[in-house]
């Protein structure tokens, strides 16, 4: 969503189309990916206007609250869903929660899809839940993308890089898979990839010419895991480059600590650093949401800083 308050008449062009909309989701199928992961592939009318760009790609999910089978928002206009949803009584609400655009394509029959993929790790989490239960016709919303280069495509390589440094956790491995479908050929990728169970490498074949390392978490690790994973790139070798790029994303304490070796140890320009926490161990999304927007204004639109 964009934060303006574009109210004149006058055609849009390309620079007013907002990045944003609300869209319907519906449930076409599910696919199990390994032990963690759950496909969801989404269809419905509302899908022709979606555009994805690809790479790490967000969308914000609004899934129904414990005991809802679909979605119901009171409003989705730009300048009035967020008061309105807020202001909705908690058993009603939606739960908001982010994810990442697998993949959006159209069938040989014209029909839009959009992949999204769950990692499912309890069901006491709200989203998590929701799609362990997901079966076919269940309906969501989503504010997703408009236009395929919205502001929500965090990875941005800068002209020249010579060399892309990944890691991803379970949850980024959705936005790490988009990413290596769109690299271009010929340039070094060196991939760590976390997760939390051997069968979860079957989500991702090493594509030709990446040199990928597994980290498979030991079973009940907290924050130590942090510390494996440091381990296992500090042993490791990198590519000889000049210009490397790296993107990082995952539990927010590690990536903290990802990003900090690649800059303080391994020389990487801290400007060529992409990093982002996509969940903190012990904290739920909304806990992460109030902290973030602690002190501003209540109805203040959250997509607006994506
Ligand atoms: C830009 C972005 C893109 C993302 N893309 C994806 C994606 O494509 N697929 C995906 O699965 N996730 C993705 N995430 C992460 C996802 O939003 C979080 O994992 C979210 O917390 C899940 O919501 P929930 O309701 O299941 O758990 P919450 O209610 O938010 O959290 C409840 C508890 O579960 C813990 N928790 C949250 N996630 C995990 C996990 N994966 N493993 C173990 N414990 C966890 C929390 O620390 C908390 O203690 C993305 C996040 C961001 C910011």
């Known amino acids: 969503m964009t934060s303006g308050t574009d109210t004149e008449a006058a055609p849009e062009t390309p620079a007013e189309i907002p990045h944003f909309r609300f869209f319907e989701l519906e449930v076409l199928r599910t696919r199990r990916l390994g032990h963690s992961f759950l496909r969801i592939t989404f269809g419905g009318a509302d899908l022709a206007g979606f555009r994805s760009g690809g790479c790490d790609q967000s969308l914000s999910l609004f899934l129904p ?5 679909h979605t119901v928002l009171p409003s989705t206009g730009e300048d009035t869903w967020f008061g309105d949803w807020r202001g909705m009584p908690d058993e009603e609400r939606p739960v908001m929660r982010s994810y990442t655009v697998r993949e959006q394509r159209r ?6 899809e959009v992949d999204i993929d769950f990692v499912l790790h309890g069901s006491s989490s709200p ?10 016709g269940r309906r969501i919303m989503a504010i997703g993308p408009a236009v395929a280069e919205n502001k929500s495509v965090r990875f941005q390589p800068p002209a020249g890089t010579d060399a892309f440094l990944l890691y991803a956790d379970e ?9 290596l479908d769109r690299l271009p050929a010929g340039t070094p990728v060196r991939a760590w990839f976390e997760v939390p169970h051997e069968d979860d490498r079957l ?26 994973v440091l381990e296992v790139l500090r042993a490791a070798e ?9 993107w990082i994303a995952g539990e927010s304490a590690t990536i903290r600590a990802v990003r900090r070796h690649f800059v303080q140890d391994c020389g990487v320009d801290r400007r060529s650093v992409r990093f982002t926490g996509y969940w903190r161990l012990g904290a739920s999304e909304e806990e992460l949401l109030a902290e973030a927007y602690a002190g501003r204004a209540p109805d203040e639109d959250p997509t607006a800083a994506l």
Request: glycine residues 10%; hydrophobic residues 45%; aromatic residues 6%.
């Open 65 to 69: 609250p414990a005991g809802r089978e």
């Open 238 to 246: 990198r590519p000889a480059a000049g210009a490397p790029y790296a």
């Open 203 to 228: 989500y991702l074949r090493a594509p030709d010419g990446a040199d990928v390392t597994w980290v498979v978490r030991e079973p009940g690790t907290g924050a130590e895991r942090t510390d494996r």
């Open 171 to 179: 949850t980024a491995l959705p936005a790490a898979a988009a990413i």
């Open 127 to 136: 989203a998590s839940a929701w799609a362990g239960r997901a079966v076919t």
């Open 107 to 112: 069938t040989a029959a014209g029909v839009d």
